[in-house]
């Protein structure tokens, strides 16, 4: 069965992955540090201001934060573009020309893999904060912000996923992809909810935001799931991100086979 043959990608990609695991969770470890200096930050601020801000108060920033940790762990790719573009300076992509082996499905099988073993391995350390912040923790009370900000979480991870493989493969004519990708990844912080809630820009900047896929690699589930994209709203955000998945996905396949094609040509 086709299916079958991802499947054991999977698998395969548990096994390798899981050999990184004390990595990880250093990684995890140390990349909560910045949440301190956010904790200190937004206390400020908001003692400063002696009230909210956009519909937020200090508590519901910390939790703001706390799910941009846990859902960032949960979409994000790790080292993906660096791995796909080695494939292809290296000469490795050889060997999926002769097997009836899609490499867009064999890389995103890798990639969900990576995720699983990422987030098992950090679970415990992102629990506990969740836990030292428990006060701040407000579930939503419509059913529907659980499911939606689940299909939406899907499509980010999904969203994050095409746009690394599409800056991987800028590896078929340009030798050195790392300047491209700190330029994606500035542009992705900053407009994808990473650095603040992108709700508290002026409507007229969010306006623009919303038509960006960056809205959408993060910021887009949580607020779902804070029950700040509710109705029309959540509805018109939705069919924007999945048609960003869509889009995206063409992007990838185009790049693939206009890259593909260079490489024959140059005698790869």
Not at 193 to 221: N, R, S, T
Not at 226 to 239: H, N, S, T
């Amino acid at each position: 069965m086709e299916a079958a043959k991802y499947v054991s990608v999977f698998k395969l990609g548990l096994q390798n992955t899981f050999v990184y695991r004390w990595n990880y969770l250093l990684r995890a470890v140390f990349g909560l540090i910045p949440l301190a200096g956010t904790v200190f930050l937004w206390r400020a601020v908001f003692d400063e201001r002696g009230g909210g801000l956009q519909g937020y108060d200090y508590g519901s920033m910390i939790y703001y934060y706390l799910l941009t940790i846990l859902v960032s762990n949960l979409v994000t790719p790790t080292e993906d573009e660096w791995q796909i573009a080695s494939d292809i300076r290296e000469g490795q992509i050889n060997s999926f020309l002769t097997k009836p082996l899609n490499y867009l499905g064999y890389r995103f099988s890798l990639f969900l893999s990576g995720r699983l073993v990422y987030t098992l391995v950090t679970i415990i350390p992102i629990g506990l904060i969740f836990f030292y912040f428990r006060s701040f923790i407000t579930l939503p009370a419509n059913p529907e912000a659980y499911v939606f900000s689940f299909i939406s979480l899907l499509m980010a991870a999904m969203i994050q996923f095409f746009i690394t493989y599409s800056i991987a493969l800028l590896a078929f004519w340009i030798l050195e992809i790392s300047t491209i990708v700190f330029i994606v990844y500035s542009f992705e912080y900053f407009l994808g909810g990473q650095m603040f809630p992108v709700d508290i820009m002026p409507a007229g900047v969010q306006a623009v935001m919303k038509w960006l896929p960056f809205y959408y690699e993060l910021f887009c589930p949580i607020a779902i799931f804070l029950e700040r994209l509710q109705g029309a709203a959540m509805y018109e955000a939705l069919a924007i991100q999945t048609g960003w998945v869509l889009a995206l996905w063409g992007v990838a396949h185009l790049m693939w086979k206009r890259g593909l094609g260079h490489y024959q040509a140059v005698g790869g």
